[in-house]
């Protein structure tokens, strides 16, 4: 695994990255519901984090740093082209920078009908035509309404842990908030090689405990056949 601090540490594990959480219950704290319907981010307004000044402070690097990027409804139907609306919205490299976003932004099941909230490497848009995406492809899980908070967050740990076999595949992942259902969906670079989606694949329902089938979509195919495209892989 890449390390990138000065002193060689290994990039935290999901686990890690989940036990450093400052505020593990994210939907009960204050600040989980203050990001407007234009998907502004508020920052904690009490100052309750205080360094100690016994211990320095020492963050915990990430082995790739990730980008938050958000489509709002209202924006989107004025859109001249797909993904016009889209704005990045902030970018992290340490678990610390990590958990004092999330605890402050809205989960999918707050989010507005429409939305799509999505997690990228850095300098990867979330887009078909990024030049890393363009050969990829996407597996996807679905929910009822309201029930993808905990897969959301499992599926960003999982991420940014880098507990996929083969992470470098990954791109990034994207939260879809429709009227009847939510939609998460895993984007990764090279989609024909089978190996390495079905064991993102397989790795991914782990993390989840998802027992229902999910299926892989080419971005070619979605090109072409818009929602008539075809799944290439089951697992």
Request: charged share 25%; with cysteine; hydrophobic share 35%.
């Amino acid at each position: 695994m890449a390390v990138e601090d000065s002193q060689k540490t290994a990039a935290p594990t999901s686990e890690e990255v989940a036990n450093a959480n400052p505020k593990p219950h994210g939907d009960d704290v204050a600040g989980s519901d203050v990001v407007p319907e234009g998907g502004e981010i508020v920052g904690d307004s009490d100052g309750s984090s205080k360094k100690s000044s016994a211990v320095p402070y020492q963050p915990h690097l990430l082995e790739n740093q990730w980008t938050f990027w958000f489509d709002n409804p209202s924006a989107k139907s004025k859109q001249t082209a797909w993904g016009s609306s889209m704005r990045s919205i902030f970018t992290f490299s340490t678990v610390e920078e990590f958990w004092s976003v999330y605890n402050n932004i809205r989960h999918p099941s707050k989010l507005t009908v429409g939305a799509d909230f999505y997690c990228f490497k850095s300098k990867i848009e979330p887009k078909w035509e990024d030049p890393i995406c363009t050969g990829g492809g996407k597996w996807t899980v679905t929910f009822g309404k309201g029930k993808s908070d905990t897969s959301w967050l499992y599926t960003l740990l999982a991420m940014i842990g880098e507990q996929f076999e083969h992470g470098e595949e990954i791109c990034g992942a994207v939260v879809n908030v429709r009227a009847k259902q939510e939609k998460i969906s895993l984007w990764t670079k090279n989609a024909s090689n089978e190996a390495a989606q079905l064991s993102i694949g397989r790795q991914w329902k782990v993390f989840l405990d998802y027992n229902d089938v999910i299926g892989f979509i080419f971005h070619d195919d979605a090109k072409k056949h818009d929602r008539g495209a075809k799944n290439r892989y089951t697992i």
